[in-house]
């Protein structure tokens, strides 16, 4: 069933369980850092929630072919994609039928704009979704059997969806990055993963999350090791080097921080502390006044015992402290680090 918006604009029809999307979604947004990308990111939930597709596919091309980056140097197409995963994300209860309304919703898309590789992406990914739903977040070992069947099952589906409408939804990047995603809980090969992460950037030279999805699954966590993970960041590093600087070497062993070693990257990891900071002083460089990654390089410079860079970037922060990137316990880590600088 199609309606009319109150714009005028023809839309697909809203679910009534995603109502509580954008009931959640307001409440987040009061809460969230201020910064350029806000209306980019709130304006993508609400399209999404009304159904109005049309302006998911163009905001979507816009930003493929601007890239751009907000003053907190945050690519302003990863926002876009985060604000999508997080109507997938949300906590509904129940939850079922929560998930296959957007099935439902999604797969009404593809068959409105069959030549959109964004309506097949987002198709796939909530069959990725509906599949993460039976596993959880929890560890392996306490997923019941029958749980990693249904796991296995849609996630099979989405990436045969995506196979079998490859030639319109490869064309997107992000096609690539849900590949990952759902690669990462089937068991890719890394051969498997570098192919699909070339190709993607073939499709979009400027997605380095690409790299940052695809250094996942080399986390101990999910069968992988310090030394491979390391290799993969370096040769990532290598490749954008002369764009990006040393840039991607640090995003990408925070991503290792954040989902696998946190305050134990250095002892855990082959992370180095110099050629980090050398990536810390690079994303500066291109965004100065970028509060989230001016207290992620004190925080490092903290684990890595670097006093004379800790109280550097202290001074820089200011009264502009952010626990939120200080890792796990971030308030009390943050003391912890305060009291590192003041010591003589």
Request: glycine letters at 8%; charged letters at 25%; hydrophobic letters at 40%.
């Amino acid at each position: 069933m199609i309606m009319q918006t109150r714009r005028g604009r023809t839309a697909g029809r809203p679910f009534l369980a995603l109502a509580a999307v954008l009931i959640a979604m307001a409440g987040s947004a009061a809460q969230a850092k201020a910064e350029a990308a806000a209306p980019i990111a709130t304006k993508a939930s609400e399209d999404f929630w009304i159904g109005d597709f049309a302006a998911l596919e163009r905001k979507n091309a816009q930003l493929r072919e601007s890239g751009g980056y907000t003053p907190e140097g945050r690519a302003k197409l990863d926002l876009f994609r985060e604000e999508l995963t997080s109507v997938f994300d949300h906590d509904a209860r129940p939850r079922e039928p929560y998930l296959r309304e957007l099935d439902a919703l999604t797969l009404q898309w593809t068959t409105q704009y069959p030549q959109s590789a964004l309506a097949h992406i987002l198709h796939a990914k909530s069959l990725f979704a509906h599949g993460w739903s039976y596993r959880g977040n929890g560890m392996a070992h306490q997923v019941p059997p029958q749980a990693w069947k249904d796991f296995e099952s849609y996630l099979r589906s989405a990436m045969k969806y995506l196979n079998d409408h490859g030639e319109v939804a490869l064309s997107d990047s992000y096609a690539h990055v849900t590949l990952l995603d759902i690669g990462r809980g089937l068991g890719f090969s890394q051969k498997q993963r570098d192919v699909i992460v070339q190709d993607g950037l073939k499709r979009n030279p400027r997605d380095l999350n690409l790299y940052a999805v695809a250094s996942l699954a080399l986390l101990p966590k999910w069968g992988g090791d310090s030394g491979t993970l390391d290799k993969y960041i370096r040769q990532a590093a290598a490749q954008t080097r002369a764009e990006h600087g040393a840039s991607l070497y640090a995003s990408l062993y925070w991503e290792a921080a954040v989902h696998q070693y946190g305050h134990a990257l250095f002892d855990g990891s082959q992370a180095d502390w110099p050629t980090m900071k050398q990536g810390y002083e690079d994303i500066l460089a291109r965004s100065p006044d970028s509060v989230s990654q001016r207290n992620r390089y004190a925080y490092f410079a903290c684990l890595a015992k670097d006093k004379m860079t800790l109280l550097e970037q202290l001074e820089k922060i200011g009264t502009r402290l952010d626990t939120a990137e200080w890792g796990a316990n971030g308030e009390r880590i943050l003391e912890r680090c305060q009291r590192l600088a003041s010591e003589a």
